[in-house]
C-alpha cells in the first residue's frame, strides 16, 4: 500500500469512529520488513497510524533475551532516541506494541519462546521486558501456559518435513501450524476450505493441540507461567510508572563494588520514572541457576536510609508470608561508601524469576 493510500486509509477508519463518538481510536499496523519498514510506514503515515506490531527485529532480540543467550544491551539499545530506524518511536513508548510470539514469525523460527524451555516459566522473563518495558505490551495466546509448539521432541519427528531448496527437512520450526496449537481441545480440525469457514470438521484428522494432545482442554489457571504473569499485570496495572514512566538501565554488581552492566544470562535491572516515583525491575536472565546483585540506583531519588517495598516476587507467589503477587519485604538503600553512590541488594532470584520494587512509606 502506497503512502497516499495508506495515509486515507487510516484517516478514514479514524474519521469514521469519530462520528461513532469514539475519539482516540488505537489504530495499530501489522509491517512485516522489520524495523525500517515500521518506522517508514509510521513516519508516511503520520498520526493517522498510532503504531506499529513490533514483530521484525525486536521480537527476536526479547526471544534471545528472555532465553538467555543475548546481551541485554541490544534490546535497550533498540531504544535509542536517534535510531533512525525504529528507535525513537520505541523510546516514544505508544508507538509500538511489543510482541513475543504471533502467528506466522515473519523473522525468526516458526516455534513458540516455550518450545524448548529449560524451566516451565522461562517465558515470564519476555513477558516482563513487554510488561516493565516501554511500549504497548501485546501477548500471544498461549504464551502464560508457556504453550511448546506441539508435541515433545521426541515425537516431533512426526510432524513430517519440508522442502527446503533441493532438501527435505524437518518441519519442525518450519511452518506456521507450530504457532497455533488449539488451546481449548477440538478433538478434530475444521475442514479446509469454505466448507471450514461453515463449521464443517474434517474427522480424519486429529486436533492439533498443545503438547502433542487432541481433544484436551489446556488452559491451566495453575501453570507456573500462568500464576507468574497474572502476578505482573497486576502489578503494571497498581504502578503507573511501569506503564508510562521513562525507562533507564540500571548497573549492577555481583558482589564488589564494580557495578557495570553485565551480559547475557545474568541479573537484569532497571527503572521505571514517573515524576519523582522511581519503580525498580529485576530479573534473572538465567533459566538454570539463580543470580543475584546489588542494583545500583540515582541517590537524588533514592538517597541512603530510605527504602524499597518488594511489590512483587514470582518466586514468592503463594508462600506463607507473602501478599498475592509474592510481595511484602521492604528493603533498605544503602551507601556505597563513595561519592555518594547507593545500591539495594535484592539477594538471590532463582532461575527466570522477577523482583518489582517501588518506594515504601
Known amino acids: 500500500m502506497g503512502g497516499e493510500e495508506g495515509r486515507n486509509f487510516c484517516g478514514a477508519v479514524k474519521e469514521f469512529a469519530e462520528a461513532l463518538g469514539k475519539s482516540n481510536v488505537l489504530l495499530i499496523g501489522e509491517v512485516a520488513g522489520g524495523d525500517s519498514a515500521q518506522e517508514f510506514h ?14 521484525g527485529e525486536m521480537r527476536l532480540t526479547i526471544t534471545g533475551t528472555g532465553q ?46 516455550s518450545a524448548n524451555a529449560p524451566v516451565a516459566h522461562q517465558s515470564v522473563v519476555p513477558t516482563t521486558l513487554q510488561l516493565c518495558g516501554l511500549g504497548i505490551p501485546c ?11 506441539g508435541p515433545e521432541a521426541s515425537e516431533r519427528v512426526w510432524l513430517g518435513t519440508v522442502r527446503d531448496g533441493d532438501r527435505e527437512v524437518s518441519a519442525f520450526g518450519r511452518v506456521d501450524v507450530l504457532l497455533r496449537e488449539a488451546m481449548f481441545g477440538p478433538e478434530h480440525p475444521r475442514a479446509a476450505g469454505f466448507a471450514g469457514t461453515q463449521g464443517s470438521i474434517d474427522e480424519a484428522l486429529p486436533g492439533f493441540g498443545a ?34 514512566g521513562r525507562q533507564y538501565r540500571r548497573a549492577t554488581s555481583t558482589g564488589d563494588t564494580a557495578f557495570r552492566f553485565h ?9 521505571r520514572i514517573l515524576n519523582d516515583v522511581e519503580v525498580v525491575i529485576a530479573v534473572n ?35 506463607a508470608g507473602a ?39
Not at 46 to 54: E, P
Not at 263 to 271: I, K, T
Request: glycine content about 12%.
Open 285 to 319: 536472565t538465567n533459566s538454570v541457576a539463580a543470580r543475584g546483585a546489588h542494583i545500583e540506583l540515582d541517590a537524588r531519588l533514592r538517597p541512603v536510609g530510605s527504602r524499597l517495598r518488594v511489590v512483587c516476587d514470582t518466586s514468592q507467589i503463594g508462600s
Open 211 to 244: 503438547f502433542g494432545t487432541a481433544g484436551a482442554h489446556v488452559f491451566d489457571e495453575s501453570r507456573p507461567a500462568f500464576v507468574r504473569i497474572k502476578a505482573l499485570i497486576a502489578t503494571r496495572k497498581l504502578l503507573g510508572p511501569l506503564r508510562r
Open 68 to 113: 538467555g543467550w543475548r546481551d541485554p544491551a541490544d534490546f535497550f539499545a533498540g531504544f535509542d532516541f536517534w535510531d533512525e530506524r525504529m528507535g525513537s518511536h520505541r523510546d516514544w513508548g505508544s508507538r509500538h506494541v511489543s510482541v513475543l510470539d504471533d502467528h506466522d514469525h515473519v523473522f525468526g523460527q516458526k516455534i513458540r519462546f
Open 263 to 271: 551480559g547475557a544470562g545474568e541479573l537484569l535491572a532497571w527503572s
Open 42 to 55: 509510521l513516519t508516511i503515515f503520520a498520526r493517522n497510524l498510532d503504531a506499529t506490531l513490533d514483530i
Open 323 to 361: 501478599d498475592a503477587l509474592g510481595g511484602g519485604p521492604v528493603l533498605p538503600v544503602q551507601s556505597l561508601g563513595e561519592e555518594g553512590r547507593v545500591f539495594v541488594d535484592v539477594g538471590l532470584l532463582g532461575p527466570a524469576e522477577v523482583m518489582i520494587l517501588s518506594p515504601a512509606g
Open 139 to 149: 501477548l500471544y495466546y498461549g504464551t502464560e501456559q508457556a504453550l511448546p509448539s
